[in-house]
C-alpha cells in the first residue's frame, strides 16, 4: 500500500487494505486448528501488518518530513482501521461473546491512547522506570552510609543492618511489580501512568498494590508523579480509594482525554469523535452479531 501524507484520511483505503490481508491469511490457515488456535494465529499476522505498515510511515515521514501532527494522525488511522479489522476477523473464526468482547475493546484503548506520547506533540521523552531490586539496593545502600556515619561500635552497626534488612525480607516476600503502563518526562518532572479501562467488582489486590507502587514513587523524592487515565465515566469505590488517596492524580472519561491533550498536546479525543465510527465501520455481519448479543454497547471510547 503506498503511504503519504493524506493517508491520515485513506479510512477505506486501509480498510480495504487489511481486509484484503485478513482474507489472504484465512486462505491458507490450517484448518485442523481449533477456533483458539486461528484466532491466534490470525490475530498476531494482522498485528504484523499493522506495524510494518507504521514502519513504512516513519520512514516514510522521516524522507519528506513530515509534521508531528501529520505523522500521528497516519499511525491513529492505521491502527483503528486495523483494530476494526482485527475485530472482524477474530469474529469471524470465534464468535465473541460479552466477556471477551467488553475485555477487548478495553485492551485496545491503552495502546491506543499510548500513541499520543509515542508520537508526541509535545517535548516529552519516554523512560524506562527503575525496577524494584534497584529501588530496594539504593535504600538499602543510603541506609548502611547513614548507618556507618553514626559514632557507634562496628557490631552495633552491623546489628542495625541487619535488623533493617530483616525487616526487608518481611515486608517483600517477593518482587513488587513498579513498571506501569506509560513513563514519560517533560523537563525534570517523570509521570508514571497506569490506564484502566474501568474498575470491576474484584479490584481489590490491584488497587492494593497500586496504592503501595505510587508510595514508593513518591517516597524516592525524584519528581515521580503517579497518574491513572480510566476510561469509563461509571466508576467504583476503588477507583475512589485511589483517586481521594494522595499519591494518584486519577482521572476518567473526559478528564482522562483532556490531561492526555495536556501532557502529550495532541487532541486524541477530537480525532476519536471525527473519525471512529465503529458501528458504520465494521461489516454489516459483525454490527448484526454485536446487536443480537447486545455489545454495540461496549463500543464506546
Known amino acids: 500500500m503506498d503511504i503519504t501524507r493524506n493517508t491520515r484520511n485513506a479510512k477505506n483505503e486501509l480498510m480495504t487494505y487489511f481486509r484484503s490481508e485478513s482474507e489472504n491469511l484465512k486462505s491458507i490457515l490450517n484448518q485442523k486448528l481449533d477456533h483458539k488456535g486461528k484466532a491466534k494465529i490470525l490475530n498476531s499476522k494482522l498485528v504484523s501488518c499493522k506495524e510494518e505498515l507504521i514502519l513504512a510511515t516513519k520512514k516514510k515521514a522521516a524522507e519528506e518530513n513530515w509534521t508531528k501532527i501529520e505523522l500521528l494522525e497516519c499511525i491513529l488511522m492505521i491502527t483503528y482501521c486495523n483494530y476494526v479489522v482485527m475485530l472482524e476477523t477474530r469474529n469471524s473464526v470465534w464468535a465473541y461473546e460479552y466477556m471477551a468482547f467488553s475485555r477487548r475493546i478495553g485492551e485496545l484503548w491503552e495502546p491506543f ?22 529501588i530496594k539496593n539504593r535504600v538499602t545502600s543510603e541506609f548502611t552510609n547513614k548507618i556507618n556515619e553514626l559514632d557507634i561500635l562496628d557490631n552495633k552497626k552491623e546489628s542495625l543492618i541487619n535488623s533493617y534488612l530483616a525487616v526487608w525480607e518481611m515486608v517483600t516476600s517477593g518482587e513488587i511489580q513498579m513498571n506501569l ?48 487515565f480510566v476510561r469509563s465515566m461509571e466508576n467504583n469505590n476503588y477507583f475512589n480509594t485511589l483517586k481521594n488517596s494522595g499519591i494518584w492524580n486519577a482521572y476518567s472519561g473526559a478528564d482522562t482525554y483532556v490531561e492526555i491533550y495536556k501532557y502529550s498536546g495532541y487532541n486524541i479525543k477530537e480525532w476519536i ?12 455481519d459483525f454490527v448484526a452479531h454485536l446487536r443480537i448479543n447486545n455489545l454495540l454497547q461496549y463500543l464506546t471510547w
Not at 491512547?113 to 534497584?134: G, H, M, Q, R, V
Not at 523537563?187 to 503501595?212: A, H, M, P, Q
Open 113 to 134: 491512547c499510548k500513541l499520543a506520547f509515542e508520537y508526541p506533540i509535545n517535548d516529552l521523552e519516554l523512560f524506562t522506570p527503575p525496577s524494584f531490586s534497584d
Open 181 to 228: 503502563d506509560l513513563h514519560f518526562k517533560i523537563g525534570i518532572e517523570k509521570y508514571v501512568v497506569d490506564f484502566k479501562s474501568g474498575f470491576g467488582s474484584n479490584e481489590k489486590g490491584n488497587t492494593n498494590r497500586l496504592l503501595l507502587v505510587a508510595q514508593i514513587y513518591h517516597d524516592l523524592n525524584d519528581n515521580y508523579n503517579p497518574l491513572l
Open 273 to 284: 469523535d471525527n473519525n471512529i465510527d465503529w458501528e458504520n465501520d465494521l461489516s454489516q
